[in-house]
Nanobody, 115 residues
Framework: QVQLVESGGGLVQPGGSLRLSCAAS????????MGWYRQAPGKQRESVAT???????DYVDSVKGRFTISRDNAKNQLYLQMNSLKPEDTAVYYC?????????WGQGTQVTVSS
């Protein structure tokens, strides 16, 4: 069982930046893909950004050019750098990691973009 713990959420003004971190309880090299998902009130959870073990990255169109996903295999950490934040980015952000026989989620961290 992989434990994933997010941190770094908070309240930020439009145009501001936040960096989310996700700490894993074991080597993230065991996870063939990791990603950040978000869920806003009344909406379905959506994929924001994913990164594979080999470094292939994918972003949802709405965050391209503003968000950057990265992973540090040595530290067992996943990151999401979020710049130029907009009110519509407000959501609970979840860290996810996948093995062949497992799908693991963190508890989520709230990101609120508001003036």
């Amino acid at each position: 069982q992989v434990q994933l713990v997010e941190s770094g959420g908070g309240l930020v003004q439009p145009g501001g930046s936040l960096r989310l971190s996700c700490a894993a309880s074991e080597s993230i090299f065991n996870l063939y893909v990791m990603g950040w998902y978000r869920q806003a009130p009344g909406k379905q959870r959506e994929s924001v950004a994913t990164i594979t073990r080999t470094g292939n990255i994918d972003y949802v169109d709405s965050v391209k050019g503003r968000f950057t996903i990265s992973r540090d295999n040595a530290k067992n950490q996943l990151y999401l750098q979020m710049n130029s934040l907009k009110p519509e980015d407000t959501a609970v952000y979840y860290c996810n990691g996948k093995k062949i026989l497992g799908d693991y989620w963190g508890q989520g961290t709230q990101v609120t973009v508001s003036s």
